[in-house]
């Protein structure tokens, strides 16, 4: 059974920076494709960023040119670098193996002044 648990959220001030981390645990990594997802109060879930396992990335446009998402295939991890962050990107984020149905607990990242 794979799990997924993801770390490194928090509080962070406008044009801060914060980075997610999340394992896989049980299960190979490096085939899947990794998702990072967010949702914020009364808002549907949006797909925030993606990355396959050759390393090709994909993001929302509402993060594009701010946040990163990188992979480290011997430490099962996947990353979000969210760098000039705004009000807008609080929410609750949350990472999945694409296709195992699999999902983290979710973080909160809480951005105010």
């Known amino acids: 059974q794979v799990q997924l648990v993801e770390s490194g959220g928090g509080m962070a001030q406008p044009g801060g920076s914060l980075r997610l981390s999340c394992v896989v645990y049980?299960?190979?990594?490096?085939?899947?494709?990794m998702d990072w997802y967010r949702q914020a109060p009364g808002m549907q879930t949006e797909l925030v960023a993606s990355?396959?396992?050759?390393?090709?990335?994909t993001y929302a446009d509402s993060v594009k040119g701010r946040f990163t998402i990188s992979r480290d295939n011997a430490k099962k991890t996947v990353y979000l670098q969210m760098s000039n962050l705004k009000t807008e990107d609080t929410a609750r984020y949350s990472c999945?193996?694409?296709?195992?149905?699999?999902w983290g607990q979710g973080i909160q990242v809480s951005v105010s002044s």
């Open positions: 990355i396959t396992s050759r390393g090709s990335t």
């Open positions: 049980g299960s190979i990594f490096s085939p899947y494709t």
């Open positions: 999945t193996a694409r296709g195992t149905h699999s």
